[in-house]
């Protein structure tokens, strides 16, 4: 099992966060905007800000990753941080 944790900067073009993996990854997404109202929306390589699973400011969700899938995330502005925490079952 590995352990990869991670930051991104996202932005208003979905990026992919996760990449896909042999086996189920289990995963930890924050939304790391802290002190602002900045929304991400998480799901796969077509996520908009209008079919994602929603992500408030200082929120952190967490869920199992199947294998062979990818996760990617879009933010309602730019230059926004996120931090990733993926376990590799």
Known sequence: MGIIAAHHT???VAVKVIESYRSPQRIS???AEHASN???F???PGVTV???LHI??????QF???AGD???VIADTDDSNLHTLTFRM
Request: charged share 20%.
């Open 10 to 12: 996202v932005g208003t």
């Open 29 to 31: 997404v924050h939304n």
């Open 38 to 40: 900045v929304d991400m």
């Open 42 to 44: 998480v799901g796969g």
């Open 50 to 52: 209008s079919n994602g």
């Open 56 to 61: 408030h400011s200082d929120e952190t969700l």
């Open 64 to 66: 199992d990753l199947p």
């Open 70 to 72: 990818e996760l990617w």
